[in-house]
């Protein structure tokens, strides 16, 4: 079954355009390297919660937007592969900075247990 790495960050309103070029790069290199599919998202409404939210979770300043991505690979073993080949690959230092505050991203691995 396919095993997912599931971003949410805070991102410049500024930086959209720059953004969406640094991810259109990367997803290059991952999909070459085994991922099978890369979704960026960029937050159009993201509503407040009443404990916590997108926003609270990233702590996204007033000029920033959430943005939710996710990586598909074939296995979990295809995943942890891929980020071994990533760390030697001279393409992703190529990439420069990223665009945005990666501190402040969350991230994490994920089996899906339901993928209608």
């Not at 953004?19 to 259109?24: G, I, K, L, S, T």
């Not at 702590?59 to 295809?78: C, G, L, Q, R, T």
Request: aromatic residues 10%.
């Amino acid at each position: 079954m396919a095993y997912i790495d599931g971003f949410v960050a805070a991102v410049p309103a500024a930086n959209r355009e720059a953004y969406r070029e640094h991810a259109q790069a990367a997803a290059r290199i991952f999909k070459e390297l085994g991922a099978t599919r890369i979704v960026e998202c960029w937050g159009d409404d993201v509503p407040a919660g009443k404990v916590t939210d997108f926003a609270r979770a990233v702590k996204a300043e007033e000029d920033e937007v959430v943005v939710f991505a996710w990586i598909e690979y074939p296995s979990k073993a295809v995943r942890d592969a891929v980020h071994q080949k990533m760390m030697s690959d001279p393409r992703m230092e190529s990439l420069g900075q990223m665009p945005f505050d990666g501190k402040r991203m969350i991230f994490g691995g994920f089996s899906p247990i339901l993928d209608e």
